[in-house]
């Protein structure tokens, strides 16, 4: 099985601020079409996730431009440029190619 | 407008079996996956299944295997996850997602004697 691992695991922020969050794979997530299926999620409380990047690096429509995505094989990262108070919550990155695994989440709050 | 919605918050007894719906509106059910994530109190996502609406097959995650059911009713648009011999630990949301993208919103299972 795939195993995802993320880090930090809790990252307090100052608004305005950028924030980084990282995201390993234990196996290489191209899939045989050439496609990388890693994907990034905001979860806030009480709330259903929301899928933030398709694919490494592609927006979902709706998703501020200070959300980014990059990464290749292994190894990845979800950006935020400035940080506003709207983006607090639990960050998971998953991935989609060999089934579903989720990292273990990344909790973003306000210093 | 692509929509799940599932069923109502369940409350079962040890050792009982639940079963949950997710309804699909807005695309073509069997043109996706259907896929069941289980949420624990505080704790995150885990993949536990999925079912292809076209043909019925299934694909478990090893933890779920031999307690978890996953099925399709394409004249609903219907999908369903069943999970027998609750307990304790099972009480958690449990989601339903397609494409990853569209997700529902959520069903709380509650496992207490």
């Known amino acids: 099985d795939v195993v995802m691992t993320q880090s930090p695991l809790s990252l307090p922020v100052t608004l305005g601020q950028p924030a980084s969050i990282s995201c390993r794979s234990s196996?290489?997530?191209?899939?045989?079409?050439?496609?990388?299926?890693l994907n990034w999620f905001q979860q806030r409380p009480g709330q259903s996730p929301r899928r933030l990047i398709y694919?490494?690096?592609n927006r979902d429509s709706g998703v501020p431009d200070r959300f980014s995505g990059s990464g290749s094989g292994t190894d990845f990262t979800l950006k935020i440029s400035r940080v506003e108070a709207e983006d607090v919550g639990i960050y998971y990155c998953?991935?989609?190619?060999?089934?579903?695994?989720f990292g273990q989440g990344t909790k973003v709050e306000i210093k | 407008e692509v929509q799940l919605v599932q069923s109502g918050a369940e409350v079962k007894k040890p050792g009982a079996t639940v079963k949950i719906s997710c309804k699909v509106s807005?695309?073509?059910?069997?043109?996706?996956?259907i896929h069941w994530v289980q949420q624990a109190p505080g704790k995150g996502l885990e993949w536990m299944g999925l079912?292809?609406?076209?043909?019925?097959?299934?694909k478990y995650a090893e933890k779920f295997q031999g307690r978890v059911t996953i099925t399709a009713d394409t004249s609903r648009d219907t999908a369903y996850m069943e999970l027998s011999s609750l307990r304790s630990e099972d009480t958690a949301i449990y989601f339903c997602?397609?494409?990853?993208?569209?997700w529902g919103q959520g069903t709380l299972v509650t496992v207490s004697s």
């Open positions: 807005g695309y073509t059910f069997s043109d996706y996956y």
């Open positions: 998953m991935q989609g190619t060999h089934w579903w695994t």
């Open positions: 079912v292809d609406p076209e043909d019925g097959e299934t």
């Open positions: 196996q290489s997530l191209v899939y045989s079409d050439g496609n990388t299926y």
């Open positions: 997602a397609t494409g990853s993208k569209y």
């Open positions: 694919k490494v690096s």
